[in-house]
């Protein structure tokens, strides 16, 4: 369900009439300040059900969720931000797919271009990863992101 | 957009002004926490009760919860309030901020001192898990229109569009620290002679979930915020308004 | 006593681990991964059960249930190098007789070996539950 941001509002002052906002229509949603760039983002590397997916994270799902499901942890969405600044996807395939763990972490799931899986999980403390091709798993720290989005797309 | 940043900060930053713009001081922090909205309110109240005795149901507690979760702005927003006479806190199922009351500020060395408080107080009560924001936002008022007095305005046609209500919104970063400075000169602010238009100046600035752990860095967080909005205020007047608020240098 | 081979297992699969197009490896990943037994609790039965405990409409709905061959599982963790002795051990809980546990660790690896084998079963229109 695609809602509208409110504007940042202060109890401390109004605005006069003809600077308030009239309601956007329902075609324009706003990012909160500093968002927008994710967004886009988002949109760009993931495309709208990506997108989507990744808000109904944010936004519905509470701690306790499932059966024991921990909310979405906030270091994991940095995270997970910072590797898809940099990551490419193989442009003929599937554009990748996006979950939420249960211990709080986001995961991202795509194909290389010889049809190989590749995984990563974000998680508060960096990102686990598994590559198919040549079946290799392991972690790196949050400094070791931008590093690793380049290595899983050679 | 560029990376640069593009105010110019002064080196040397007045320790007092007079009369102070100040309208108010907000400083947030937005947490994911393991409890439930309903336990909070007492978790928290239980450590500060002494100091803030009286507390108030705002407005959007109110509105459902299944309504508030529907829309992302809501639910960032505070449902309840607690006063003591100087400051005020409010507390959500995701955030929790330590306000100065309206034309009151009581100057950063109390800010600080009591933030360095109210943290322990939130520690013990136990409901905050990760930390997602922390923020220090302020908001300065001044009569008439203050984009004559700063170095910030709207052109068109290459010429300063002056005379016409404005409202500008931009957002920068400065390494880790992301800010959002909102300047208008079309505001109503409540003031102790009551609604009084003038203009606004709006500056909040926050850092993100990997640069920030409240109970970690998060009083050094604040106060880098708070200096970045002090440098930032003092390098976007001009020397006329700075020469009217009787700058006192250390 | 672990289950035996002939038994089949099953998992609910919900919004946040099914996209549409592709299963999250999530679902096996780590130690002592929750499944239910057919044995116990009919296919046709687990719908309800499930939908009661683990969905949490508008939001998160049960998408899938996926189902595998304990015996098909076992020879998955078999091939696995290193090898994984992979079993099932019956866990009955308040809200689900037919539960039972995974306890050995399962890699990112072996999660994504198990994936593919997996038979998936759709909702079946809610009138002929």
Redesign the interface.
């Known amino acids: 369900?695609t809602?509208?941001?409110?504007p940042?509002k202060?109890p401390?002052?109004?605005?006069?009439e003809?600077?308030r906002e009239p309601a956007d229509p329902p075609t324009i949603r706003r990012g909160?300040?500093?968002e927008w760039a994710r967004e886009e983002l988002l949109l760009r590397k993931l495309g709208p059900?990506g997108w989507g997916?990744v808000?109904?994270?944010?936004?519905?799902?509470e701690?306790?969720?499932?059966?024991k499901?921990?909310?979405?942890?906030?270091?994991a969405?940095?995270?997970f931000f910072?590797f898809l600044e940099e990551a490419t996807f193989p442009a003929d395939r599937?554009s990748p797919?996006?979950?939420?763990?249960?211990r709080g972490?986001i995961?991202l799931?795509w194909e290389d271009c010889n049809g190989k899986?590749v995984?990563v999980?974000f998680t508060?403390t960096g990102a686990?990863?598994?590559r198919?091709a040549t079946?290799e798993?392991g972690a790196v720290a949050?400094d070791g992101l931008a590093q690793l989005s380049r290595r899983l797309a050679a | 957009m560029s990376d640069g940043f593009p105010i110019q900060i002064p080196d040397r930053l007045p320790v007092h002004i007079e009369p102070c713009p100040i309208v108010q001081a907000i400083f947030e922090t937005r947490f994911v926490s393991p409890q439930p909205w309903a336990t909070m309110p007492g978790l928290l109240f239980a450590h500060i009760r002494q100091k803030y005795p009286e507390q108030k149901t705002l407005p959007m507690a109110q509105l459902p919860e299944e309504l508030r979760r529907q829309d992302p702005a809501l639910l960032i927003l505070p449902l309840i309030q607690f006063l003591s006479d100087t400051f005020l806190i409010q507390l959500g199922p995701r955030v929790v901020s330590l306000m100065t009351k309206p034309n009151t500020y009581p100057g950063w060395s109390a800010i600080q001192q009591e933030l360095r408080w109210l943290l322990q107080q939130i520690k013990a009560a136990g409901f905050v898990g990760e930390t997602e924001r922390l923020s220090s936002r302020y908001i300065d008022f001044f009569a008439g229109d203050i984009f004559t007095a700063l170095r910030l305005g709207l052109q068109i046609n290459d010429q300063p569009l002056r005379g016409t209500q404005a409202d500008v919104t931009t957002f920068f970063r400065r390494d880790a620290l992301s800010i959002r400075l909102q300047v208008t000169n079309g505001a109503i602010v409540a003031t102790k002679e009551g609604p009084t238009p003038g203009s606004v100046l709006d500056v909040d600035a926050w850092f993100g979930p990997l640069d920030v752990d409240l109970f970690g860095n998060g009083l050094a967080r604040f106060a880098e915020a708070h200096h970045a909005i002090k440098g930032l205020f003092f390098g976007l007047i001009k020397p006329e308004l700075l020469h009217k608020l009787n700058p006192t240098y250390e | 006593m672990p289950l035996a081979q002939t038994e089949d297992i099953v998992r609910a699969v919900c919004t946040d681990k099914w996209d549409g197009q592709r299963l999250s490896p999530s679902l096996f990943v780590g130690e002592n991964v929750s499944v239910s037994r057919l044995a116990v609790v009919p296919l046709a039965d687990h719908w309800d059960l499930f939908r009661q405990h683990v969905e949490k409409p508008p939001e998160r709905w049960l998408e899938l249930i996926a189902e595998i061959n304990v015996g098909r599982l076992q020879a998955i963790g078999r091939s696995q190098n290193p090898a994984v002795a992979l079993t099932v051990e019956p866990k009955p809980v308040d809200w689900n007789p037919a539960h039972a546990e995974i306890p050995q660790k399962i890699t990112r690896g072996l999660a994504g070996k198990i994936l593919p084998e997996l038979a998936l079963h759709h909702p079946p229109p809610r009138d002929q539950e």
């Not at chain 1, 808000?55 to 799902?61: G, H, I, K, M, P």
């Not at chain 1, 499901?69 to 270091?75: A, D």
């Open positions: 369900m809602t509208l941001s409110l940042t202060s401390a002052y109004t605005l006069e003809g600077l909160a300040s500093g059900k997916r808000y109904q994270f944010r936004n519905y799902y701690s306790g969720w499932g059966e499901g921990r909310v979405l942890s906030p270091r969405l940095d995270a910072r599937t797919s996006v979950f939420l763990t249960d972490g995961e799931c899986s995984q999980e508060g686990e990863f598994y198919a079946d798993e949050i």
